[in-house]
């Protein structure tokens, strides 16, 4: 037996139950994020499929887990209604994944490391905020257009009026979506979560959705949940059948100027979310592998193609998964690959079972990932951050709300997260360019060999473009070597460098054996001035 076939044996024994437990948080994830989406519920469970097996296969990350992911569900919502038809909206993914193939053979992976992070936090919390307002309407049982709008419940007129929807709520609905989130809520306890850390919380609120649901109907209850209200897949009763629900795009759609200005929106932000996953696995990671943005791209860019080409949604590299893969003790991206296998097996054999899903459950879930997107934290910290974080923060927000939740000026309505992010770029370069105007940004780094004491003295302003060169910097210094890391003379900070740095002197110096020293920090930065704890070796 080879030495490869003997680590995925060794292995397997840690990935296959990594897998079930990715499977298990994935399945109910793949059907929210296709009813965020406005997306056929079979096209959830497609992306959720190569995600696993395709990406998992091309992707050089162990850990990270790929499928449809939340923070696309806005853009994918707003791109769907404007194009209008979801066969030419595929062509958009298909571009996206072609733009993301091309991206990764331009070696353009460190492209996250030039987008500031108030602008992606507040992009983030806008999606989050715009989840919550599409799936107020699933949650009561009032979802007219099956997108769920939040007017619907919010008819501005009268006064009276304001209560007439009252008289459309369905009150089974709205039960098993108040059952489902605090079952949740219960889950995240700690005497819960250490106990039975393996089963997810929204596993457990959609069984028991459906088991209340049945309930009701064996019972002729009142609370009795519609068909019109349940998750609905085809069930195939063949495989020649099965192949033909998956569903080819219309290729009219690549010379569509919408489709094609979906396909960039989709690319840039698939792609930022994937490199920002991928970082955090990294960081995660017990064994500190490195993964290859470049090939994560390609990877990722190949997914989205071939979800594009037979119905499924955008793919990214999601937090929640990887995370989770994380924690269930995966050593290899077989894990990955089993939990897309799984939702493959679970899709040919039990697609009844899934009609049986409450819509008012999957909302739930929803409704609580996007809380996590916005929470208050959120705010509260990006406020404390200073206003170099705060005002693209707050502006990103503001303008991608205005356009696609209030809809300030219509005929742009759906492209307000690009417009936001956009606008936040522009807030967070002209700060730094006023910053720049009085204060020249140099970063010094001298000649170094193996062992040598190093100096690097920062400027008196260091903003988040200054990020990739440090990273560069700091991940080329050698082995066993004392670092000095001087800001006496520096006035700002970016949030960003500042987290680089923490990140390099606690995780990456120790596992170089490089003893890094901090000097002339302001107080405010939180950060200490003092030796690492790593001392160089003879």
């Not at 990456?508 to 160089?536: H, M, Q, W």
Request: with cysteine; aromatic share 8%; hydrophobic share 50%.
């Amino acid at each position: 037996m080879s030495s490869d076939s003997k680590n995925i044996f060794h292995s397997l024994k840690y990935d296959l139950p990594a897998g079930v437990v990715v499977f298990l948080i994935a399945l109910p994830l793949c059907l929210g994020i296709s009813l965020a989406s406005g997306a056929p519920f079979f096209s959830g469970i497609i992306s959720g499929i190569i995600g696993g097996i395709v990406i998992g296969l091309l992707s050089g990350s162990k850990l990270s887990v790929s499928g449809p992911a939340a923070g696309l569900a806005a853009l994918v919502l707003a791109a769907i209604h404007n194009i209008g038809d979801f066969k030419l909206f595929l062509c958009a993914v298909v571009i996206a994944g072609i733009l993301q193939i091309s991206m990764g053979i331009a070696r353009l992976g460190g492209i996250a490391n030039y987008f500031p992070s108030s602008v992606i936090k507040g992009m983030l919390a806008s999606i989050g905020i715009l989840i919550i307002a599409k799936q107020i309407p699933h949650a009561f049982g009032y979802d007219k257009d099956e997108k769920g709008n939040l007017s619907e419940l919010m008819p501005f007129g009268d006064i009276h009026e304001l209560f007439l929807p009252l008289n459309h709520i369905d009150l089974g609905v709205l039960l098993i979506c108040i059952i489902s989130i605090l079952i949740m809520l219960l889950w995240e306890r700690p005497f819960i979560k250490q106990r039975i850390r393996f089963i997810p919380g929204a596993l457990v609120a959609v069984a028991v959705s459906v088991i209340l649901s049945e309930i009701f109907r064996a019972t002729n209850s009142l609370l009795t949940i519609q068909q019109d209200h349940l998750v609905s897949i085809q069930a195939a009763g063949s495989i020649g059948e099965f192949f033909s629900f998956f569903t080819l795009p219309d290729f009219s759609g690549f010379l569509d100027s919408r489709v094609i200005t979906a396909g960039v929106m989709i690319a840039i932000i698939a792609s930022l979310e994937t490199l920002l996953c991928i970082e955090a696995v990294d960081n995660l990671d017990p064994e500190r592998n490195v993964t290859k943005t470049n090939r994560e791209l390609i990877a990722q860019g190949i997914g989205n193609s071939i979800a594009g080409m037979i119905g499924g949604l955008p793919i990214t590299s999601v937090i929640v998964r990887s995370s989770a893969n994380l924690n269930a003790g995966a050593k290899s991206k077989v894990s990955a690959i089993i939990h897309g296998i799984l939702l493959l097996i679970c899709i040919i054999l039990i697609p009844n079972l899934l009609n049986k899903i409450p819509l008012s459950a999957l909302a739930a879930i929803l409704l609580i990932t996007g809380y996590k997107l916005c929470n208050f934290s959120v705010f509260k910290q990006m406020l404390n951050n200073g206003k170099y974080q705060s005002i693209p923060f707050l502006i990103t927000v503001v303008t991608i709300l205005a356009i696609d939740l209030f809809g300030i000026y219509k005929p742009i309505k759906g492209e307000g997260l690009l417009i936001g992010v956009v606008i936040g770029l522009i807030t967070a370069f002209g700060a730094v360019l006023h910053g720049n105007l009085r204060n020249s940004y140099y970063f010094h780094k001298e000649k170094h060999h193996e062992g040598d004491k190093i100096n690097i003295h920062l400027s008196e302003e260091v903003s988040f473009l200054n990020k990739a060169s440090i990273r560069e910097t700091l991940n080329q210094l050698p082995v066993n070597s004392m670092v000095t890391i001087d800001a006496t003379k520096t006035q700002y900070i970016d949030f960003d460098v500042l987290e680089l740095l923490k990140e390099f002197r606690n995780i990456k110096a120790p596992l170089k054996n490089i003893s890094c020293r901090f000097e002339g920090f302001r107080e405010i930065y939180d950060i200490n001035n003092d030796t690492n704890v790593v001392s160089v070796k003879n």
